[in-house]
RNA sequence: UCCUGCGUAGCUCAAUGGUAGAGUAGGUGACUGUUAAUCACUUGGUUGUAGGUUCGAGUCCUACCGCAGGAGCCA
């Protein structure tokens, strides 16, 4: 090799040089203590840290697109009457995928125990080539029991808080290291998102907001339209200089179990907007209503079948509840300023990239 | 998956369609100095892969692979 710098991307394809350099060892480190910070706040507040399963057999959680998991013979697959295969013979039996989202089964013990979190990792088989997904990436997903929406922007908050905090305590010298060399903007923007009362607003008023903004956007500002990245951006960058909790987004462009609003136009849903990375939590006041959650269910043509279980979730004592998932490698980014995703985990994994 | 750009020595990069080069690393020798990188000489290539156009292709065309930035999807 040569002296001198060596750039990001071929240190992704050296894995002996990659972990012995400065910015990996401090993004590392900023890492770990992250980590840290997440179990110390939802073990703090009463959160217990559940262990959902990395093997699912729900055959569409809605979450994109899934790696199966399977032992049997790809050459020679066994076939039914009906001439596809035949899963029976499978080692589980049935068809079966690796995890989209914990959230489902957090569901369930939240609702049985109250308080709960995941944090562990999470596989989306989508071929998005960004410097923001990971096909494998942790996810922090807490779901509590008779948490409205306000409750849980305010717990997202909180934990954001607690985790710039923590780092701010641990990690100066690599926090300075990364004002310095990597982003100069950083220490200032931590240290101001301590205190700070972290900005809410409505998706209808975030539209209002768009449709007055004096800047072109290449699409449309629509009401009923998914957010745009560029209107994340101009919202978050422009109007707030800083993160901003959007809530109440119209049902059609959200997932089936979060809670339809009395209007019966928007859903309880909750999005934390950050510059630079876009989306860093989504998350939801969950539909606790079982004929609401069948009928939504309908409309989005899923089975109840596959659902059986998250049914009887409401069928049998059904409690209102929220939660969120948050990416921990784009809470990395926002904390080190890391442009790519893939320079945050120690072994990234992304379409036609599965090297050490 | 879509758009744009890129892919040349171990590494970082040059090369109006006309003999593939430099820096650095490596090797050999000098220097015994001080702080990534002192001097001289020197090894090093199927130009990402496969085709095509041409008298002639690193250069132009097509497909594929990979990387970067942006978009979609999302966390």
Known sequence: MQKGRVSLEKLREVAHLRCRTNVIGATMRVRNQLSKATHDFFMGNDFLYLHTPIITSSDCEGAGQMFQVSTLDLENLPKNDAGGIDYSHDFFGRKTHLSVSGQLNGETYACGMGRIYTFGPTFRAENSNTSRHLAEFWMVEPEAAFFTLSENTLLAAAYLRHCFKHLLDTCQDDIDFFNLRIDKGLRARLEGLVDAEYKRITYTEAVDLLLKADQKFEFPVIWGADLQS???????????????????????????????????????????????????????????????????????????????????????????????????????????????????????????????
Not at 265 to 276: E, I
């Open 230 to 356: 560029e209107h994340e951006r101009y919202l978050c960058e422009e109007v707030f200089n800083g993160p901003v909790t959007v809530t109440d987004y119209p049902k059609e462009i959200k997932a089936f179990y979060m809670k339809l609003n009395d209007d019966e136009k928007t859903v309880r849903a909750m999005d934390v907007l950050c510059p630079q990375i876009g989306e860093i939590i989504g998350g939801a006041e969950r539909e606790d209503r079982l004929d609401v959650l069948e009928h939504r269910m309908a409309q989005h043509d899923l089975d109840p079948e596959d659902y059986a279980w998250f049914l009887d979730l409401r069928r049998y004592g059904s409690v209102p509840h929220a939660g969120f998932g948050l990416g921990f490698e784009r809470l990395v980014q926002f904390c080190t300023g890391m442009g790519n995703i893939r320079d945050v985990i120690p072994f990234p994994r992304t379409p036609k990239n599965a090297s050490f």
